[in-house]
């Protein structure tokens, strides 16, 4: 059994942190306010920030896509987030099968959470098999 549980890492002469792994393997929501800003999830000090990612030029631009409603806020914290990777997102749903009536559609693509969608399911008649 494997058990994994998130430290920070404190620098010091016989520990420079160079790199830190963590395996979450849980699921993390943007809520209450819904829009991914990141202030829960990169933040630096949040409570949910269990890779313990800190970035000061980060932590700028979550501040302004907390209280601003120009998308171009967003999008800035978004591009620099995807350079600097706080995390890598490693899907854990690889064991799942997925058998499909060949007469049922908008099954897929299967969202990124590996959950079903059956709201966007319909069936269609006389249709060939793919």
Request: glycine share 8%.
């Amino acid at each position: 059994m494997l058990v994994l549980e998130d430290t920070t890492c404190t620098p010091g002469p016989d520990s420079p942190c160079l790199w830190q792994f963590s395996d979450w393997n849980g699921g993390w929501g943007y809520g209450p306010g819904f829009l991914p800003t990141g202030e829960a999830l990169y933040s630096t000090g949040s409570p949910v920030n269990f890779g313990s990612y800190s970035d000061p030029k980060a932590d700028e631009l979550i501040a302004r896509t907390v209280v601003s409603d120009d998308l171009e806020e967003l999008y800035a914290y978004q591009d620099y987030i995807a350079e600097q990777v706080p995390v890598i997102w490693m899907p854990n749903f690889p064991f799942r099968l997925l058998e499909v009536a060949h007469d049922l559609r908008g099954v897929t693509p299967v969202n990124p959470f590996g959950l079903i969608s059956p709201e966007d399911w319909y069936f269609v008649e006389n249709q060939p098999e793919e």
